[in-house]
Nanobody
Framework: QVQLVESGGGLVQIGGSLRLSCAVSGSLTRIPVMGWYRRAPGKERELVARVAKTGTGIYSDAVKGRFTISRDYDKNTVYMEMNNVKPEDAAVYYC????????WGQGTQVTVSS
């Protein structure tokens, strides 16, 4: 079973940057599409970015132009660079396959301060 370990969250100022990492057990090459999801307080979990094996990223309108997703096959890790962070980006961020599998990691908390 694939295991996912997210890290890199923390406190970031509005307009600041953060890089999230997702360590994937096993070979990342066997997973066609990986994604970053987030759940903000009182909201449903949403998919904000996904990346195919080719490296092409697709983004939700909420993060397009500010977030960049990438995958490193050597490290079996998926990253998400968050730039120009906004208050509405505050959430717990998770990585998972797309479509998601039942297993979820613990997530990593992103807190946005003014």
């Amino acid at each position: 079973q694939v295991q996912l370990v997210e890290s890199g969250g923390g406190l970031v100022q509005i307009g600041g940057s953060l890089r999230l990492s997702c360590a994937v057990s096993g070979s990342l090459t066997r997973i066609p599409v990986m994604g970053w999801y987030r759940r903000a307080p009182g909201k449903e979990r949403e998919l904000v970015a996904r990346v195919a094996k080719t490296g092409t990223g697709i983004y939700s309108d909420a993060v397009k132009g500010r977030f960049t997703i990438s995958r490193d096959y050597d490290k079996n890790t998926v990253y998400m660079e968050m730039n120009n962070v906004k208050p509405e980006d505050a959430a717990v961020y998770y990585c998972n396959q797309v479509p998601e599998i039942a297993y979820w990691g613990q997530g990593t908390q992103v807190t946005v301060s003014s």
